[in-house]
């Protein structure tokens, strides 16, 4: 800030002060001639001789200009000045008269702050998460919050979205991927938000209907086979060929657009040999790199993976995808290429990077395909298709995989071990998740709604039966004192996540819904609508008695297991407290509830600086 000492100019005027004197200036010069002025007109009145011309007042009244100018005080130069806050270790700080300066690296970690230079002006924030808020209307059928700006299939922790299943594999707690439930139903409902924002992208391309598009490179055909066309039962045409199945070799392949922005394949084929398998060539702009992705029928945990990245042949990198599909089986093909080739170089080690240093993510236009192949024996549909996305593909491929992998308890266990609060509970494979329950609900909610399928409501209706249950039995309800809580992570003693809680409590709602669309869902379901919504207000009571137990007074709590464990509290990050925010407001969405919406309100204040009041 630049400050102005009026004192050091003789006391140069304000703008204000300079309008008045320049005012005042011109009547005090104006009066002498309007006195003789009117004895003039006297004159003349009397004596009729001419009035001598006079200056107007309004030349009388122009701005007069003041031989003065507002300087400002540049303030003294800084001197260095060692600083000490709460007996840490010195800084190197900086003085200037009264004013200590101190440096904003200890600052924002000190005050958990942010800021950043822009345009020469610095800006400071409390919080470095926004403040998202859910529209005042919440159609259970509709948009899920704001997932349609997630990119879940491009998070560090996501080691693939599988050629088979086409959902995605985590490596969040385990180094050999795995399905994660809550992260299968964020896809899903990722998809889902953007089908209904953006639809399916209408632009596309089909290649391959002409058979001079299917090319054959020298020597890669069998001998005894040739590549026949033919239309088939259900009258599609289709194209049959053989070639040698050893991975070097470049097989029948088709010219793919070269439109950056069409990056999702997708075709039907079926396989008549064990080890017959396809690739994608592309080409990544930055760096002109050529990458080779094949897809393998090879079983193999690692789902995608390089014999050895570094190796390159002529400035090529090849990455292999298993894809263990049966023989003599009809099997659909989406790929979104941009995806495989983005997790596919994120599997490249490099000495010194985190994981998150080495997570790639590429954007449309970051990408030139160039031809699909294939070798083998194949039967392959002649309807290849480019467009820029599959949402509704990938929603229904979430919604499936959830009916396909539930268990007889109607949950979908984690398979891997979750240690939580430092180490000190653990849970063992084969937990479930609250929230995994949750956003389930939400998902095959939105299935049904769409497809109208029985399949989607009977998983629904069986993934409420861990939420009677306790986190001691297999469950995913705890107690707090009298109040139930549907953990997100449920150990004994409980640690009460508060986000994956209330998660959950939108989806029980959201299923509680379908009771009311059109055409109604069969009578059979009408009780476990019920139950969900029992659930849903039981939970909702828990949260409003609860609720002040993770207000900090500045910010809010992840969870409460200082309370179970004695241990220090658990504050939640930003990005978390946004969320909180978020789910709070949309609970007043659903509800109305008064008393919630002061509590978002608050939090919103505490993220903007301001703090509850002390004693």
Same mark, same amino acid.
């Given at each position: 800030?630049?400050?102005?000492?009026?004192?050091?100019?003789?006391?140069?005027?304000?703008?204000?002060?300079?309008?008045?004197?320049?005012?005042?200036?011109?009547?005090?010069?104006?009066?002498?001639?309007?006195?003789?002025?009117?004895?003039?007109?006297?004159?003349?009145?009397?004596?009729?001789?001419?009035?001598?011309?006079?200056?107007?007042?309004?030349?009388?009244?122009?701005?007069?200009?003041?031989?003065?100018?507002?300087?400002?005080?540049?303030?003294?130069?800084?001197?260095?000045?060692?600083?000490?806050?709460?007996?840490?270790?010195?800084?190197?700080?900086?003085?200037?008269?009264?004013?200590?300066?101190?440096?904003?690296?200890?600052?924002?970690?000190?005050?958990?702050?942010?800021?950043?230079?822009?345009?020469?002006?610095?800006?400071?924030?409390?919080?470095?998460?926004?403040?998202?808020?859910?529209?005042?209307?919440?159609?259970?059928? @509709?948009?899920?919050?704001?997932?349609?700006?997630?990119?879940?299939?491009?998070?560090?922790?996501?080691?693939?979205?599988?050629?088979?299943?086409?959902?995605?594999?985590?490596?969040?707690?385990?180094?050999?991927?795995?399905?994660?439930?809550?992260?299968?139903?964020?896809?899903?409902?990722?998809?889902?938000?953007?089908?209904?924002?953006?639809?399916?992208?209408?632009?596309?391309?089909?290649?391959?209907?002409?058979?001079?598009?299917?090319? @054959?490179?020298?020597?890669?055909?069998?001998?005894?086979?040739?590549?026949?066309?033919?239309?088939?039962?259900?009258?599609?045409?289709?194209?049959?060929?053989?070639?040698?199945?050893?991975?070097?070799?470049?097989?029948?392949?088709?010219?793919?657009?070269?439109?950056?922005?069409?990056?999702?394949?997708?075709?039907?084929?079926?396989?008549?040999?064990?080890?017959?398998?396809?690739?994608?060539?592309?080409?990544?702009?930055?760096?002109?790199?050529?990458?080779?992705?094949?897809?393998?029928?090879?079983?193999?945990?690692?789902?995608?993976?390089?014999?050895?990245?570094?190796?390159?042949?002529?400035?090529?990198?090849?990455?292999?995808?298993?894809?263990?599909?049966?023989?003599?089986?009809?099997?659909?093909?989406?790929?979104?290429?941009?995806?495989?080739?983005?997790?596919?170089?994120?599997?490249?080690?490099?000495?010194?990077?985190?994981?998150?240093?080495?997570?790639?993510?590429?954007?449309?236009?970051?990408?030139?395909?160039?031809?699909?192949?294939?070798?083998?024996?194949?039967?392959?549909?002649?309807?290849?298709?480019?467009?820029?996305?599959?949402?509704?593909?990938?929603?229904?491929?979430?919604?499936?995989?959830?009916?396909?992998?539930?268990?007889?308890?109607?949950?979908?266990?984690?398979?891997?071990?979750?240690?939580?609060?430092?180490?000190?509970?653990?849970?063992?494979?084969?937990?479930?998740?609250?929230?995994?329950?949750?956003?389930?609900?939400?998902?095959?909610?939105?299935?049904?709604?769409?497809?109208?399928?029985?399949?989607?409501?009977?998983?629904?209706?069986?993934?409420?039966?861990?939420?009677?249950?306790?986190?001691?039995?297999?469950?995913?309800?705890?107690?707090?004192?009298?109040?139930?809580?549907?953990?997100?992570?449920?150990?004994?003693?409980?640690?009460?996540?508060?986000?994956?809680?209330?998660?959950?409590?939108? @989806?029980?709602?959201?299923?509680?819904?379908?009771?009311?669309?059109?055409?109604?869902?069969?009578?059979?379901?009408?009780?476990?609508?019920?139950?969900?919504?029992?659930?849903?207000?039981?939970?909702?009571?828990?949260?409003?008695?609860?609720?002040?137990?993770?207000?900090? @007074?500045?910010?809010?709590?992840?969870?409460?297991?200082?309370?179970?464990?004695?241990?220090?509290?658990?504050?939640?990050?930003?990005?978390?407290?946004?969320?909180?925010?978020?789910?709070?407001?949309?609970?007043?969405?659903?509800?109305?509830?008064?008393?919630?919406?002061?509590?978002?309100?608050?939090?919103?204040?505490?993220?903007?600086?301001?703090?509850?009041?002390?004693?």
């Amino acid at each position: 800030m630049i400050s102005v000492d009026t004192s050091a100019l003789g006391g140069c005027p304000s703008p204000v002060d300079e309008v008045e004197m320049r005012v005042r200036s011109s009547l005090r010069r104006a009066f002498p001639y309007l006195v003789i002025l009117s004895f003039l007109y006297w004159l003349n009145y009397y004596f009729t001789s001419p009035i001598a011309s006079t200056k107007s007042l309004i030349d009388l009244a122009q701005p007069i200009q003041l031989n003065c100018t507002i300087t400002p005080v540049i303030p003294s130069s800084h001197d260095s000045i060692t600083c000490t806050v709460d007996d840490l270790a010195p800084l190197s700080c900086l003085k200037s008269d009264q004013e200590v300066y101190f440096p904003f690296s200890f600052l924002k970690k000190h005050l958990d702050v942010s800021g950043k230079i822009k345009d020469g002006h610095f800006e400071w924030h409390t919080s470095y998460a926004k403040m998202r808020l859910p529209e005042k209307t919440y159609n259970s059928s @509709g948009l899920f919050g704001h997932f349609a700006t997630y990119s879940v299939e491009t998070r560090e922790r996501v080691k693939c979205i599988n050629p088979i299943t086409g959902v995605p594999m985590s490596t969040q707690w385990n180094v050999i991927p795995y399905y994660y439930p809550i992260q299968i139903a964020q896809y899903g409902l990722e998809h889902y938000s953007r089908l209904l924002s953006q639809g399916n992208e209408s632009r596309s391309v089909v290649v391959g209907v002409d058979s001079k598009e299917w090319r @054959g490179a020298p020597g890669s055909m069998d001998e005894t086979s040739e590549r026949v066309f033919f239309v088939d039962e259900e009258g599609k045409s289709t194209v049959n060929f053989s070639t040698k199945d050893d991975i070097s070799n470049p097989g029948v392949y088709v010219s793919l657009s070269s439109d950056s922005d069409l990056a999702t394949v997708s075709f039907s084929f079926k396989s008549h040999s064990p080890n017959s398998s396809f690739s994608i060539l592309l080409t990544v702009k930055e760096g002109n790199q050529l990458i080779l992705l094949h897809y393998v029928p090879r079983d193999d945990d690692r789902c995608v993976w390089s014999e050895d990245s570094k190796k390159m042949v002529d400035n090529q990198i090849t990455f292999f995808y298993s894809l263990p599909f049966q023989t003599g089986e009809w099997m659909e093909i989406t790929r979104d290429v941009l995806v495989d080739a983005a997790r596919a170089l994120s599997t490249v080690k490099e000495k010194g990077r985190t994981k998150k240093e080495g997570n790639v993510i590429l954007r449309p236009g970051d990408i030139t395909i160039h031809s699909l192949s294939f070798r083998g024996h194949f039967t392959i549909l002649q309807q290849i298709i480019q467009s820029r996305s599959e949402n509704e593909k990938a929603f229904i491929h979430a919604a499936d995989w959830f009916v396909a992998n539930q268990d007889s308890s109607g949950g979908w266990p984690v398979g891997v071990e979750r240690k939580v609060a430092d180490g000190r509970l653990s849970l063992p494979s084969g937990w479930y998740s609250a929230m995994g329950q949750g956003h389930a609900l939400s998902l095959l909610s939105r299935a049904y709604g769409r497809k109208r399928e029985e399949r989607y409501l009977k998983a629904a209706e069986g993934a409420l039966k861990p939420f009677a249950k306790m986190a001691s039995e297999g469950g995913v309800r705890n107690m707090f004192f009298t109040h139930p809580w549907f953990e997100e992570y449920p150990t004994t003693p409980g640690t009460f996540v508060l986000n994956g809680f209330m998660y959950s409590l939108i @989806g029980l709602h959201d299923y509680a819904q379908l009771e009311k669309t059109s055409p109604p869902p069969p009578s059979s379901f009408s009780s476990s609508f019920s139950t969900a919504s029992s659930l849903f207000q039981e939970g909702l009571t828990s949260l409003r008695a609860l609720l002040p137990l993770y207000d900090t @007074g500045s910010g809010s709590m992840y969870d409460l297991r200082h309370v179970a464990l004695n241990t220090p509290p658990n504050l939640a990050r930003w990005d978390y407290h946004a969320v909180h925010v978020y789910l709070l407001k949309w609970l007043v969405a659903i509800t109305g509830d008064g008393g919630l919406d002061q509590v978002a309100n608050r939090w919103i204040d505490y993220a903007n600086g301001k703090k509850a009041k002390h004693n």
